[in-house]
Structures are given as C-alpha cells and as structure tokens.
C-alpha cells in the first residue's frame, strides 16, 4: 500500500500475516530464529515490539546503526525506516499490533512517544526480560484460543508497554530535559507537525509566545543545539527516508519537503548530509 501524504510504500500487517504464529486481523505474533536480513529500507503502518532472547546483529532505524545484544526490546512506530542484519543463533518475539488497537493500551507507555523514537533499543534487566517473555507467551496463548477475547489481550499488551517503559527510563536521557522545559517538547511536536511548510524559528517561537532568540536560548542550554538545527535534522530525516523508500524523483522531493527548487534542496541536503541526495540515494 501507499502512504497517501507523502507517496512512500509501506509494509502493511497483512503482508506478514502467512508467517504468524498466532493472531486477530489487528494484532499479530512471531518468533524470530536464527539468521534474517532485511536489505531494502521500508516502513510499516503498524507498531512492533521485538523481544530479543539471545542476538547479534545490527537494526538500523531511521538510518542509525543499534547493535542488536541479548534480552533487548526494539520499539518501532509507523513510518520509521528500518532494516536490519540478524546473525545466526538468534532467537526473539515480535508483536505486530494496528495502530486502533495500539491505542487501547498506548498511555501505559507513560513517556512521550518521541523518546521511543528517540531511543529505540531498552536493554532489559533479566528480571524484567523474564516478566515480558511471559507476558509475550500469554498473549500468543490468548491469540490461539478458540475464544480469544481482545480485552485480555489489550490488558496484558498495557503490562508489556509499562515494563518498558519502567527500563526506558534508565536510557531516555533527554526526557528529563523535556518534563522540566514543556515548551521544548512542545516545539518538537510542532516540528513534526509544521516541518515540512515552515523551516524558520520565529514561525515556532510565535506559536510557543515566546521570541525567537529566547527559543534559541532555550535549545542551546539545554540541547546543546540551535533551534533552527533541530528543525533541519527533521527535513533531513525526512528527507533520507523519502530518498530510501520511494521512487519520487529528487526534484519531487524537494517540493514535497517544501523546498522551492531542486537545487536549493540539494544544496540543503549536501551540507547537512555531507553528500548529495542522488549519491545517499545510490549509496
């Protein structure tokens, strides 16, 4: 299927619904054993949670590198581009969930999903790994049962994503940032709403009642980046992501992201990047 917005294939749930071990129209699980490649970037339309037992092997999501170790939880949301090279030996679970059923049980998360975008790899303390593997084995027992009931499954998905986010907190080290300055997490939420029409910092700033330079202020004492930096790190993923995914023309993708012209953008992405779009492309 097509991502409507911004023409970018996308991997929906059915399409792993042949390999599953147990599941319902919304929500899926498998085990992953010994050796798996995913060479070619794409995204899905729905959440996973990957438990991994014993692993080696790199996950790149959204084009950074996270070695993949023993008793790990890997978080994906919609439209994240992954791939990733499993070696052999390796054993782990995945829940693939839909995004109407994820939202029953989504506040038990507790954290801003941007952290979980932000930091995708949890190492697991043994104990905790051994509360989600069960967890994880009832919910395949409740998904094979003739009488499945969704409420238990939800119930028991709320106890997964609580324990996570009970382990994420050691890894979110941005996130004590964000509770005690509100008004940097709400200017990342308006990046990812306005990034594609507005790249400059006193759109943002107005938005947030507070002026440009006191934004810019804000992010380099406590970001240790500039406010505009943080709007062009968004385009450039986007960007990366566009480059990888679709089959848009360069040209096509500056007008996407909001770029006047295509020279523009590419010297955008050749400064940010250090190479340009048709050689990240190739590359």
Request: glycine share 4%.
């Amino acid at each position: 299927m097509y991502d409507d917005t911004s023409y970018i294939p996308v991997l929906g749930i059915h399409e792993f619904r042949k390999g599953q071990l147990a599941g319902r129209e919304e929500f899926l699980f498998n085990e992953l054993h010994g050796e798996r490649h995913i060479d070619k970037p794409h995204k899905h339309d729905f959440f996973i949670i990957n438990l991994f037992e014993s692993a080696k092997g790199v996950h790149t999501i959204d084009f950074h590198d996270y070695p993949i170790g023993n008793k790990q939880i890997h978080v994906l949301f919609p439209g994240q581009v992954h791939t990733w090279k499993i070696k052999p030996n390796t054993t782990g679970y995945q829940l693939m969930i839909q995004q109407n059923f994820f939202e029953r049980f989504a506040p038990f998360f507790r954290f801003s999903f941007s952290n979980y975008i932000n930091h995708p790899v949890i190492p697991l303390s043994n104990e905790n790994f051994n509360l989600l593997k069960y967890e994880f084995d009832a919910i395949k027992d409740e998904l094979n049962a003739a009488n499945s009931v969704s409420e238990i499954i939800s119930a028991r998905a709320a106890v997964v994503a609580a324990i996570v986010s009970k382990e994420a907190e050691h890894v979110f080290t941005d996130l004590k940032v964000f509770q005690s300055n509100p008004r940097l997490a709400n200017f990342k939420a308006l990046i990812d709403k306005f990034y594609k029409e507005e790249k400059l910092v006193g759109f943002y700033a107005e938005k947030l009642h507070i002026t440009a330079n006191y934004l810019n202020i804000l992010c380099k004492t406590h970001l240790d980046v500039s406010a505009t930096k943080l709007i062009q790190q968004r385009v450039l993923l986007e960007a990366k992501r566009l480059l990888q995914t679709s089959d848009l023309s360069i040209k096509e993708i500056a007008f996407e992201l909001g770029f006047v012209d295509h020279a523009y953008f590419s010297n955008f992405f050749k400064t940010q990047a250090g190479i340009t779009p048709t050689q990240f492309r190739e590359g």
